[in-house]
């Protein structure tokens, strides 16, 4: 037998020997195959399990994302609802989850920018909550990015301190300006296969750090790791704000728009997807805050 074929023979064998071995045997060979810290690039959780891409199920070990467990009233206090399957805008993000994926699935993609028209609108809210939703799919990880590098409304500084209430030492501006390493700036709360990066502090140059090689290096790296298996949301700044999310989205392989009631006027919300007119990738919009009795915020 040539050596070829022995080789493709070995490897069948072991397949076929790695479908029958216990889960726990599978997980230990996996690991055992996998190093530390793959070079080139910035995975860090490491999601384990069957080979069958389309239903198969998700585990994830951190061993270079830093685990920063969040109790969860601070995540309820802050309004990441989707946690707790006690309230109606649990179940109205997972209707909005369910389409965003089918979306992203038929685009063939994995990267979701979420944007609105104004700042204040929701977009974090949307990114984070839809972030948690998607992390509790049996067969789906969720990757945040909070793009908002600007800080235009200047009310907030970085979800990760304002939604979660974590100390953030270091984020994406601080990768792109090459003074962090890549598996410093990922960080899972606490909740099983979300995983968020925060902005890590303001950056004036926004536009000229999420343009660059460095950006589109770590976010081509992000998709085609774990494939579809990992969402990556990028919650971006307000469109009529600045011009970040026009530059955001050559990564997009959707574009949701949170739209607020009673708030955003129609000419604004106009305006504003015309802007992406032109690529084609708006896959919807989401009207938060509304203010009927189902959707009142739970206490
Ligand atoms: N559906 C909602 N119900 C109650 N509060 C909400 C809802 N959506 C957003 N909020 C609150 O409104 C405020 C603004 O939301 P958020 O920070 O998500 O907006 P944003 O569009 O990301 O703002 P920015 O443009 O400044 O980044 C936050 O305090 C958030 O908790
Ligand atoms: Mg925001």
Known sequence: MSKLKKALTKAKQERSQ????????????????????????????????????????????????????????????????????????????????????????????????????????????TSINLGISIAREHNRTALVIDCDLRNPWRRHYDFASDFFELPVECGLVHYLEKKARAEEIFINPGIAKLTIIPAGKVAPNSAE????????????????????????????????????????????????????SERTAQEELKKAMSLFAEEGKIIGAILNKTRTDEDRIPD
């Open 18 to 125: 790695e479908e029958v071995t216990s889960l726990g045997n599978a997980l230990k060979k996996i690991r055992r195959q996998e190093p530390d810290a793959p070079p080139p690039g910035p995975a860090v959780a490491r999601p384990v399990g069957r080979k069958d891409r389309c239903r198969r199920e998700v585990n994830v070990e951190y061993r270079v994302t830093r685990v920063r467990p969040v109790d969860p009233n601070v995540l309820r206090k802050n309004k990441l609802f989707t946690l707790f399957k006690d309230n109606k805008i649990t179940d109205h993000f997972d209707l909005i989850k369910a389409r965003v994926l089918k979306k992203l699935d038929k685009a063939g993609g994995n990267c979701l920018i979420v944007t609105s028209a104004n700042p204040g609108e929701g977009k974090t809210f």
């Open 209 to 260: 750090l999420l343009g660059s090689p460095r950006m589109e290096a770590l976010i081509e790296d992000l998709k085609v790791r774990y494939g579809n298996e990992r969402i990556i949301i990028l919650d971006c700044p307000a469109v009529l704000a600045c011009a970040d999310p026009l530059i955001l989205s050559q990564f997009a392989d959707g574009i949701l728009f949170v739209v607020e």
